[in-house]
């Protein structure tokens, strides 16, 4: 695919005004104050309402948010130049105007809409808390960039404004953050992700940005008397804007295409560079505390030194809920993956096995003991991959329930014998009566896995208890064995968490039982708690559904509702 605008054209009409501009900078140059004031008021004037104007004229041929982008550049550049006659007029009448005055409301209008149309250009792809990040990111360059200029440069320059109106004092100090703004706008949009990054229309318009902030920066160490009859600002700096912004705009109706581009993790440098005036401020704060002896430094570089620190704990913490996120998305795909890459050799596997057992009489005993073992071990990774499917869809957008009334009495007894354990070990407490409506194979799965684990961690004698609470109903496992150690009573429902035996290798177990028992309970609208049995007095794992008790089949209880729903777990 070829790279945005690589065939660069340039009408007659748009070479004319190269011209032009080009003249005026060299009268600038070379021609005496007054014949430089005219000519380089006369360049910015008609360029800039050329190149506004091309900009708001050329957006009609692009659409969505880039038509708005390329508009609102259009219309403040237009402010500009109307700004510039404004003042080219109060000074033909009166012989003299303000550098920074009533006059500056066009200017600063420009900026706004400069600023607005540069943010609104397409954004990169990527999740809310990435773009959270990058403009975090912003903040803290911008901010510490702020206040190194305002106490290495702007804080000197506007010294010079004391005697001036409050007004004019506010506008003079205002403006170097105004650049740096722009600037950091334009740049981001060159630089981010997008298929507008390296765009030639953008990448001219961030040049015409950078000359034009330095010329703002000319201008205004060379305007603190408040005359602009006594200024000194570089013309040339100031076409040579006009005519990136002019080169832009004749661009803006050309065919682009979107650049393709590697997809890969963002260079160090990008993470770094935000950080760099942070630590040249924190120099600078640090080195000013030690030559005055005291904390009594420049209040704006105490408030950026402070602003900035929030900013960084603010960004680690978007950082690190990212990142969570981030993990848990992979973590996901991956035991999609693997658990649909099993399934269908699993399938294979138990498909003969189960012919092989059915045609036993050609195996001799030892044979049939070892078809066995294979047949028990290729179910029990069947039900892990079944397992791990459930949870992967449980946890990224719900399970779907087929909630029918069930007795809980039998299926407690279904459970405990599906789950292995002998009968003997194993005790229910119930309501003959009492019928709950829930997904009978799903509930019958919570059990199973509780059942399982009382008995591989806990002792020898487990109880089944389901009670009734008005119309909440609630299924317990206990057992006499040591019990879940505090620490783990909460991490312990977090998928391939093992807690006391994460590390150990010779307890047997995946870790996703109870988080598929939490799963499961969440699909119902309840929860999965965990407490020290009070009645065996090992560990007591439990499920609560809120309104899905009832002593009469007939009833809707609650929420619950008869027939397949889809529940988000």
């Known amino acids: 695919m070829n790279n945005l605008n690589t065939d660069v054209r340039f009408g007659r009409f748009a070479k004319a005004v190269f011209a032009f501009l080009a003249l005026c900078a060299l009268v600038t140059i070379v021609g005496s104050k007054e014949v430089a004031d005219a000519a380089g008021a006369l360049g910015v004037a008609v360029g800039a309402g050329l190149a506004?104007?091309?900009?708001?004229?050329?957006?009609?041929?692009?659409?969505g948010r880039e038509r708005l982008a390329w508009t609102l550049i259009g219309l403040g550049v237009c402010t500009a130049a109307l700004g510039v006659l404004v003042v080219a007029v109060v000074f033909f009448l009166h012989g003299d105007a303000p550098t920074f005055g009533w006059t500056d409301i066009f200017f600063m209008a420009t900026y706004v809409l400069v600023i607005a149309g540069a943010a609104t250009l397409p954004y990169a792809q990527g999740s809310t808390m990435q773009r959270v990040r990058m403009i975090l990111d912003g903040l803290i360059g911008g901010v510490s960039v702020a206040a190194l200029l305002w106490v290495l440069l702007v804080a000197d320059m506007t010294s010079d404004l004391a005697d001036s109106s409050a007004l004019t004092r506010a506008i003079g100090a205002f403006y170097p953050f105004l650049d740096l703004v722009v600037l950091t706008v334009a740049m981001s949009v060159l630089l981010r992700r997008s298929r507008?990054?390296?765009?030639?229309?953008?990448?001219?318009?961030?040049?015409?940005?950078?000359?034009?902030?330095?010329?703002?920066?000319?201008?205004f160490s060379s305007g603190q008397t408040g005359s602009f009859q006594d200024a000194s600002p570089l013309y040339w700096i100031n076409l040579l804007a006009i005519g990136f912004f002019f080169a832009s705009a004749s661009l803006v109706g050309q065919p682009s295409v979107g650049r393709e581009y590697a997809d890969r993790n963002p260079p160090l440098w990008t993470l770094v560079a935000p950080y760099v005036p942070a630590i040249g401020m924190l120099g600078v704060f640090v080195t000013e505390a030690i030559v005055t002896g005291d904390m009594s430094v420049d209040d704006t570089l105490l408030a950026g030194v402070i602003v900035v620190g929030l900013l960084v704990i603010a960004r680690q913490a978007v950082a690190i809920v990212d990142n969570r996120a981030t993990i848990e998305e992979q973590r996901d795909l991956l035991v999609t993956t693997i658990s649909h890459e099993l399934r269908t050799p699993l399938t294979a596997i138990v498909g003969y096995v189960d012919l092989l057992a059915?045609?036993?009489?050609?195996?001799?005993?030892?044979?049939?003991g070892m078809l066995s073992i294979i047949h028990q071990q290729a179910d029990y990774m069947s039900t892990i991959v079944s397992d791990l499917i459930m949870l992967a869809r449980g946890t990224g957008g719900g399970l779907e329930l087929d909630v029918e009334p069930v007795l809980v009495g039998d299926l407690a007894d279904a459970a405990i014998h599906a789950s292995g354990i002998g009968s003997e070990t194993v005790a229910v407490d119930t309501e003959d009566d009492l019928v709950a409506f829930v997904d009978r194979a799903r509930m019958q799965q919570v059990l199973v896995n509780l059942l399982t684990n009382a008995s591989r961690y806990g002792g020898e004698k487990r109880l089944v208890r389901v009670v009734a609470d008005g119309a909440d109903v609630t299924f317990e496992v206990h057992d006499n064995g040591p019990g879940l150690p505090r620490r783990y009573e909460v991490r312990v429902w977090d998928r391939f968490e093992r807690g006391p035996n994460r590390l150990n290798a010779a307890v047997p177990g995946s870790g996703i039982g109870l988080a598929i028992v939490s799963a499961i309970a969440q699909a119902h609208g309840g929860s999965s708690t965990y407490r020290t049995s009070e009645m065996l007095g090992g560990a007591c794992f439990s499920v609560t559904l809120p309104g899905r008790a009832t002593h009469d089949p007939t009833e809707r209880s609650g929420t619950a509702a008869t027939g397949k729903i889809r529940s988000v777990a």
């Not at 506004?52 to 659409?63: C, K, N, Q």
């Not at 059915?358 to 049939?368: A, F, I, N, V, Y």
């Open 358 to 368: 059915e045609d036993g009489g050609r195996l001799d005993r030892d044979q049939q």
């Open 52 to 63: 506004g104007g091309l900009f708001v004229y050329r957006a009609r041929t692009v659409s």
């Open 196 to 219: 507008h990054r390296f765009d030639v229309r953008v990448a001219l318009f961030a040049g015409g940005v950078l000359f034009q902030v330095v010329g703002d920066i000319v201008f």
